[in-house]
């Protein structure tokens, strides 16, 4: 029992972190995006959060994806009067996305993602070896 409970808390840290790197590409994705109208706010940045919740039918606490929130931050502007989306004075506004901090948040999501995968794997060879144990 003690083996699909860690199998379970795992594949819940996989999906938890599948959902986290999808909204980080959409941020990169849009990075350099710009409003559809002249003055309209652009995309603005996505924040992934994680919320624990517990399975009943194992005991375990697990976690998942919770909700998405909104980058509150300023937009970055740029001085281009030739723009399709420049307001009067001739600013085009761009997401609030640095791709950097993005890029390293990526990371650290892909890591995470990593290591619950290893635990996965581990667990199913000290499975199998428990199997191989019980046959002999």
């Known amino acids: 029992m ?6 379970t808390i795992a594949a819940s840290g996989l999906r938890a972190q599948a959902g986290r790197m999808r909204i980080i590409a959409e941020n990169i994705a849009n990075a350099d995006s710009t409003a559809q109208r002249p003055g309209a706010d652009p995309y603005r940045r996505r924040i992934p959060t994680f919320r624990a919740e ?9 976690v998942s994806l919770g909700k998405v929130q909104v980058d509150p931050s300023d937009f970055r502007t740029k001085y281009e009067p030739g723009h399709p989306a420049a307001d009067a ?40 070896r428990t199997i191989d144990i019980l046959r002999a």
């Open 2 to 7: 003690e083996f699909l409970k860690s199998i």
């Open 54 to 62: 517990m399975d009943r039918a194992l005991d375990a606490s697990v």
């Open 89 to 128: 004075n001739g600013y085009v506004k761009y997401p609030n996305v640095n791709s950097l901090i993005e890029t390293t948040d990526m990371r650290e999501a892909q890591r995470s993602y990593e290591a619950n995968l290893n635990v996965i794997t581990a667990t199913r060879r000290m499975l199998q």
